[in-house]
């Protein structure tokens, strides 16, 4: 028998992979209002909320470790037209649809969940497949 | 000028692509204890904390779009070696290690970040980069 795992505490990183830095940065900085905590030529970091991070890292920068002074990070990688869902406040769906269509990014759906959450989709530059949704998606959203 | 965006609250889903639903399913449940809030032929939904869900897709399921009586989901898919975190409290580092160490999962590689915060990683059965990390990785955690 195994004991019972410890406890994980949150999703910290969700990672996505991208043919321009600079393109997606401005993306996720300008159009979703997200703050860079780091930026290099290998990835961008962007807050997300306390203990919430999206990384988007050059596509190919990540297939070989990387040697830190701290220790090794192994290779990974990611293709095709990923997916992530982000948490906004039901009370600001309106203003993300308008500012959306202001910016010109097509909500290419949208979901009413039984909960009671609505979500709506669109594109990065990427074609990564990035979600807005209000609580009342999961039974612990 | 545009207005700034309204507030992202955290990273709500992060998702991964997997050859075996099932598993995959048995060794985010059993290895890492995360509960399944949903299970279908197309994806396992797990409980990573409060507002905080790991998905793992079959790999193919959805690269059409879904029609739901309360909208549509977008088509999506990866490949390659994805990566992602989940966080784990300082305290528990040694517990998962020897839980790890105990179910047969390799350590690949490990980080001391220079905020404090460190960081394990292991592959789950399709190869994505798993990562559980301490607080003191990031500015915000």
Same mark, same amino acid.
């Given at each position: 028998m195994t004991d019972p795992a410890p406890k994980i505490g949150a999703v910290l990183e969700t990672a996505i992979y991208v043919d321009d830095l600079s393109r997606a940065g401005r993306?996720?900085?300008?159009?979703?209002?997200?703050?860079?905590?780091l930026r290099d030529a290998r990835?961008? &970091?962007?807050?997300?909320g306390p203990?919430?991070?999206?990384? &988007?890292?050059?596509?190919?920068?990540?297939?070989?470790t990387l040697h830190l002074p701290g220790g090794e990070i192994?290779? #990974?990688?990611g293709m095709g037209r990923l997916h992530f869902a982000l948490a906004i406040a039901a009370a600001d769906l309106g203003a993300w649809e308008a500012r959306l269509a202001g910016l010109g990014v097509a909500i290419e759906a949208r979901m009413n969940w039984p909960r009671g959450g609505k979500s709506l989709y669109f594109r990065d530059p990427d #074609?990564?497949?990035v979600e807005l949704a209000t609580p009342g998606l999961w039974a612990n959203y």
């Open positions: 993306f996720y900085e300008e159009t979703l209002g997200l703050a860079p905590m990835m961008w &970091a962007f807050d997300c203990g919430s991070v999206l990384l &988007a890292f050059l596509r190919g920068a990540t297939a070989e192994p290779p #990974h990688e #074609h990564n497949l």
